[in-house]
Nanobody
Framework: QVQLVESGGGSVQAGGSLRLSCAAS????????MGWFRQAPGKEREGVAF???????HYADSVKGRFTISIDKVKNILFLQMNSLKAEENAMYYC?????????????????????WGQGAQVTVSS
């Protein structure tokens, strides 16, 4: 049974940094696409950053250069380092996973394609 458990959320001032962690069990990162999504109140869930089994990464344009996704394959922990946070990035952040499809992890990153979700970690950025 796949389980994803996020940690590391919290409050920070605009311009600050936070690192989110997602402990994964019941899956091997060598077979799964993994990613981070976020959802602000009243808005749709959106993809933020993704990592494929081969270690390649993909980012939403809005976070390129500021966020970094990484994975500890030994411990099966997914990370999201967030720097230069903006007030509009207040949201619940979720990690997610799905089996790598034949066409790869980044052809589509729609939330509906992801089967497994963590419970979420709140990130609050004050201006």
């Amino acid at each position: 049974q796949v389980q994803l458990v996020e940690s590391g959320g919290g409050s920070v001032q605009a311009g600050g940094s936070l690192r989110l962690s997602c402990a994964a069990s019941g899956l091997t990162s060598s077979s799964y696409c993994m990613g981070w999504f976020r959802q602000a109140p009243g808005k749709e869930r959106e993809g933020v950053a993704f990592v494929a089994p081969d270690g390649s990464t993909h980012y939403a344009d809005s976070v390129k250069g500021r966020f970094t996704i990484s994975i500890d394959k030994v411990k099966n922990i997914l990370f999201l380092q967030m720097n230069s946070l903006k007030a509009e990035e207040n949201a619940m952040y979720y990690c997610a996973a799905r089996r790598r499809p034949p066409y790869g992890c980044f052809e589509s990153t729609r939330p509906a394609l992801y089967n497994y979700w963590g419970q979420g970690a709140q990130v609050t950025v004050s201006s």
